[in-house]
């Protein structure tokens, strides 16, 4: 089975290694000359744990190339997997102008029947927009089918929910497609995992229903947070109780800072500008926007609160040092996009803070937002040096295990902002330190 991907991002790199890893020959594609170059150089251009590996050895064995030639990949592949960006506009309208560009390349270069698969989270209704597209320039005698297969990967955990997905979601119009799609998928078939197959529209209505509710139920627990602050209330009892219910899991419980990354935040405002489309005004997915916007800016009141100042005034963190561990929107990625790092280190430098900040791999890209209006530092201990509070804000594994006793005598004063709940309160009150975190009272 030989398969194209188009568009080498997050989705379609992961997309097409792990396709490669299960025996497909794949092909990336790309315009940016720049990345395949690299690519073909075994530079991997984001950091996703075990991705590496599957690359190095996929092209080894010619399972997997890497090219800029779309007109020949798309000529010489029965399976067209796009996967390019959707960007959000300025009205929170996905851009589906690289998917149209696309559409338009597959279209020219139609020498026999295609299976045209939709990677890229796009509106409902995109399918239907990119069959129509590729059917005016490819002419009524052409026979292709466009499939919705939306993908459900996690950042920092990619590959490993690539290989045992949780369900593969097929939209398609015809059992052709769907057989050629079952093909594909052929290992996850053998190893049982759960096939839904529905119509195009439906798969699509699949991601954002899906993205949209954990991004709801993350908001709920930090607003569940929030009142178990001023309740006294401890929420990860609360969440470990309500999680124990069946109908409701565990995952997806933990408060923090609120939620950020390439995909909740845009596929929220998506559903929001879709149902405005349709006319339907979707309180729930409006509201849940506003309160992660708003879960920002309670973490810098938060912080205010702790140092006792009044967060209120214009220049309120006037001569305080603030260390930062944790910049990323998540562990185990160095992807800054909607992080929430971004707004509550603006806050507090617009009020006259000064951060010291240390991110594990997320350094450079921080460099390119922060610019030189924060100090970056080497490691965990030099962020925290001479600072009045430390905000620990992304839970990567190396700040659990902290050497407190270190880390308080490095601090010019004591306070700690625990944003991730990976310490215990009452050890950090032993030990001298002034601490809050989310919803333990
Ligand atoms: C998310 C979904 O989890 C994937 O299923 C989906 O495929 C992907 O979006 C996508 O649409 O491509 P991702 O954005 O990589 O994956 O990250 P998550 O692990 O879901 O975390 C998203 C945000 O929620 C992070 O900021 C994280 O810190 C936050 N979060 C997550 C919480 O604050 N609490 C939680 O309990 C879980």
């Known amino acids: 089975m030989r398969v194209a991907v188009i568009g080498t991002g997050y989705v379609g790199l992961v997309t097409g290694s792990c396709l490669a890893e299960f025996g497909m020959y794949v092909t990336c594609v790309d315009i940016d000359k720049q990345k395949i170059d690299k690519l073909n150089r075994g530079e991997i251009p984001i950091y996703e744990p075990g991705l590496e590996l599957i690359i190095e050895k996929n092209v080894k064995e010619e399972r997997l190339k890497f090219t800029t030639d779309i007109d020949e990949t798309i000529k010489n592949n029965l399976v067209v997997f796009i996967a390019v ?9 996905a851009d589906l102008t690289f998917v149209e560009n696309v559409a338009r390349k597959i279209a020219e270069n139609l020498n026999g029947y295609k299976v045209v698969v939709d990677k890229s989270t796009v509106p409902v209704g995109t399918g239907q927009h990119v069959k129509k597209i590729i059917r005016n320039i490819a002419g009524d005698n052409k026979r292709f089918d466009v499939v919705s297969n939306p993908e459900f990967l996690r950042e920092g955990a990619a590959v490993q929910d690539f290989m045992k997905p949780d369900r593969i979601v097929i939209g398609a119009e015809s059992e052709e497609a769907v057989a050629i799609m079952k093909d594909v998928y052929s290992a996850h078939y053998l190893n049982e995992a759960p096939f839904v197959i529905t119509n195009i529209e439906t798969a699509e209505m699949i991601k954002y229903a899906s993205n949209a509710f954990l991004a709801l139920k993350i908001t709920y627990i930090n607003e569940i947070a929030n009142l178990c602050d001023l309740a006294g209330a401890d929420v990860h009892k609360v969440a ?33 500008y879709i149902s405005k489309e349709y ?51 998540k562990p185990n990625t160095d992807d800054m996009r909607e992080s929430p790092s971004i707004t509550i280190i603006n806050e507090i430098i617009s009020k006259n803070g000064k951060i010291k900040a240390f991110d594990p791999i997320a350094m450079d890209n921080a460099k390119k937002i922060f610019g030189n209006s924060i100090v970056y530092c080497e490691d965990e201990y030099s962020a925290v040096e001479g600072v009045d509070c430390l905000v620990i804000l992304t839970e990567w594994n190396q700040f659990r295990k902290l050497d407190m006793q270190r880390i308080k005598d490095l601090m010019n004063r004591h306070y700690l902002a625990d944003l991730r709940n990976i310490y215990e309160p009452e050890k950090m009150n032993k030990l001298g330190f002034k601490y809050t975190s989310v919803g333990r009272g």
Request: with cysteine; proline share 6%; aromatic share 8%.
């Open 85 to 93: 960006g959707t960007p959000p506009k300025d009205d929170g309208a």
């Open 240 to 272: 470990k109780a309500m999680g124990m219910d069946g109908r409701i899991s565990p995952k997806f419980l933990h408060p923090g800072p609120g939620y950020g990354g390439s995909c909740f935040p845009k596929d929220t405002q998506a559903l929001a």
């Open 279 to 329: 006319g339907y005004d979707f309180n729930l997915i409006n509201t849940t926007i506003k309160v992660n916007e708003q879960q920002k800016v309670k973490m810098v009141e938060k912080i205010a609160k702790l140092l006792g100042i009044d967060y209120k005034k214009k220049n309120a963190f006037e001569n305080l040092t603030i260390g930062i561990l944790g910049l990323s929107f």
